[in-house]
């Protein structure tokens, strides 16, 4: 059977995002990609096209809803539906100690990681109960929603606030076959992790790189995960097969935490 499902992914111009958008094109799906970096997403758009995946792209700032809602217009322009919207873009913020965090760097990564997602499930509940024959949202939460990290009070809060949209989502649009859920990643060694070791570098004076091997000593499995390891996780709640799943925030790190 032909895949006719569509999906539009925020932040999807490079790292997770960006193998999410693969696995998903390598699926069937038709993707639409979005970013608020427009020269990241060129690229990435060309890149797709020479590989030949039915892809199309709309840049998007996550934190203004019209541009959530302007993303969806343009998908449903383009392919005359979407059946999944997953909230991937988001921002890891400061590196500091709770006392010495400032206004400006707890409403950075606030607007971003929860005003982001808040205001894409609210346009594309709105979509998909348009549609009437449900769909699926997807949320990017990680586990630093399931346990707070030391030093990254901003990001850990945020995270177990997607966590609780996910579960409020899940189970207002339950009556509307529209599942909701989260996706948790653990370590992965992409350009978010590349700049977590730098921060680490100025507030607990370790060197380059012993951060990211600090952290990662934990995974169970041995290794930092790919972005692969997350896509494959998102396709199938993307999937029909998932469509009694709902409410979920799940884990995907390698065994680092065990709940």
């Known amino acids: 059977m032909v895949n006719e499902r569509v999906a539009v992914i925020t932040g999807s111009a490079q790292g997770l995002g960006k193998g999410i958008a693969e696995k998903l094109s390598k699926e069937g799906f038709k993707v639409v990609i979005s970013d608020v970096n427009e020269e990241a997403l060129s690229s990435t758009l060309s ?4 590989k030949g995946y ?3 792209a709309k840049a998007a700032d996550v934190t203004k809803i ?9 998908a449903v322009e383009e392919y005359g539906k979407i059946d999944a919207y997953i909230n991937n873009a988001g921002v890891e913020g400061v590196v ?3 006392e010495d965090i400032t206004e400006k760097d707890i409403d950075f990564v606030l607007d971003v990681n929860v005003k982001g997602v808040f205001y894409g499930i609210q346009a594309a509940a709105k979509q998909l109960k ?3 024959k449900g769909g699926t949202i997807i949320n990017a939460a990680s586990i630093a929603g399931h346990e707070g990290f030391d030093f990254l009070a901003a990001y850990s809060a945020s995270k177990f606030a997607v966590r609780g949209l996910t579960q409020v989502a899940s189970k207002e649009f339950a009556k509307d076959n529209i599942t909701v859920n989260a996706y948790c990643p653990g370590i992965a060694a992409t350009g978010m992790w590349e700049r977590l070791d730098e921060k680490f570098m100025d507030v607990i ?3 380059k ?7 990662s000593s934990s995974i169970s499995l041995g290794r930092t995960q790919e972005p692969t390891d997350v896509a494959n996780l998102v396709a199938f709640l993307a999937s029909e097969d998932a469509g009694y799943i709902t409410g979920q925030a799940i884990i995907t790190d390698g065994g680092m935490l065990y709940r």
């Open 47 to 50: 890149e797709f096209k020479e």
């Open 54 to 56: 039915n892809v199309f």
């Open 66 to 74: 019209e541009d959530h809602d302007a993303l969806i217009e343009a």
């Open 96 to 98: 500091e100690k709770i």
């Open 130 to 132: 348009k549609q009437g």
């Open 205 to 207: 004076g370790t060197k």
């Open 209 to 215: 790189g012993e951060a990211l091997e600090q952290y």
